[in-house]
T-cell receptor, first 112, second 109 residues
Framework: NAGVTQTPKFRVLKTGQSMTLLCAQDMNHEYMYWYRQDPGMGLRLIHYSVGEGTTAKGEVPDGYNVSRLKKQNFLLGLESAAPSQTSVYFC???????????FGQGTRLTVV | SQQGEEDPQALSIQEGENATMNCSYKTSINNLQWYRQNSGRGLVHLILIRSNEREKHSGRLRVTLDTSKKSSSLLITASRAADTASYFCATDEGTPLVFGKGTRLSVIA
C-alpha cells in the first residue's frame, strides 16, 4: 500500500518550459488536492477534485491546469513555467471533504 | 485567501513543557483538522474535530473547538524534542481542506 505518490521528486525548469506533475493514490479516495508551499506562506490550494472527471479552482489557480481522467491520478500542469512558480508542491487525497487527508512526499520545483 | 490562521507563528519551549497553539477561522465549518509537518516532508494528520464536538483527545494531544468564537486550540502535553515541527489547522470553509500558515514549534532538549 503506497498511499500517495508524487512524481518527480525534484525538477529544474527553464522559464517558458512546460511540465506535468503526477499524483497517484491507491486508497480509492474521491478527493484529491494540489498545494504549493512557499516559505512563510503555509500551504496554498491550487486546484482540487471531488471525483473522477471533476476539477475545481483553489486559492491560487493561475498558471496551472489539472486533470483527473482516472480516479487514482491527479495531474498538475504548468504550461509556461515562471520563476514565481518555484516552490514545493504537495498532493493529497481524502475519502471525502470531511475525512483526514494523506499527503505525498512533495515535489521541489525550481524555475530558472 | 487562507482561511485558518494559526497563532503564534513560532513557539519555543523546553522538553517536558506543554505547548498550546491556536487556530481561528472566519465562517461556519463542518469540521476542523490539525496536521503536523516535519521539515521538508508531507503533512501528517493528527486529529479531526467536528463542529458538534467541543473537545477531543489523542495520546498527548488535546484539541478544543469553540464555534461561537470560531477558534480551536491544540495542546501538546509533556512535549518531546521529536515534537519539533510545524503545525497546521485546516477547515472546510467553502473549499475543502484549506490550511493556515502554521505554527513552528521548537522543543529544546
Amino acid at each position: 500500500n503506497a498511499g500517495v505518490t508524487q512524481t518527480p521528486k525534484f525538477r529544474v525548469l527553464k522559464t517558458g518550459q512546460s511540465m506535468t506533475l503526477l499524483c497517484a493514490q491507491d486508497m480509492n479516495h474521491e478527493y484529491m488536492y494540489w498545494y504549493r508551499q512557499d516559505p512563510g506562506m503555509g500551504l496554498r490550494l491550487i486546484h482540487y477534485s471531488v471525483g473522477e472527471g471533476t476539477t475545481a479552482k483553489g486559492e491560487v489557480p493561475d498558471g496551472y491546469n489539472v486533470s483527473r481522467l482516472k480516479k487514482q491520478n491527479f495531474l498538475l500542469g504548468l504550461e509556461s513555467a515562471a520563476p514565481s512558480q518555484t516552490s514545493v508542491y504537495f498532493c493529497a487525497s481524502s475519502y471525502s471533504g470531511e475525512t483526514e487527508a494523506f499527503f505525498g512526499q512533495g515535489t521541489r520545483l525550481t524555475v530558472v | 485567501s487562507q482561511q485558518g490562521e494559526e497563532d503564534p507563528q513560532a513557539l519555543s519551549i523546553q522538553e517536558g513543557e506543554n505547548a498550546t497553539m491556536n487556530c481561528s477561522y472566519k465562517t461556519s465549518i463542518n469540521n476542523l483538522q490539525w496536521y503536523r509537518q516535519n521539515s521538508g516532508r508531507g503533512l501528517v494528520h493528527l486529529i479531526l474535530i467536528r463542529s458538534n464536538e467541543r473537545e477531543k483527545h489523542s495520546g498527548r494531544l488535546r484539541v478544543t473547538l469553540d464555534t461561537s468564537k470560531k477558534s480551536s486550540s491544540l495542546l501538546i502535553t509533556a512535549s518531546r524534542a521529536a515534537d519539533t515541527a510545524s503545525y497546521f489547522c485546516a477547515t472546510d470553509e467553502g473549499t475543502p481542506l484549506v490550511f493556515g500558515k502554521g505554527t513552528r514549534l521548537s522543543v529544546i532538549a
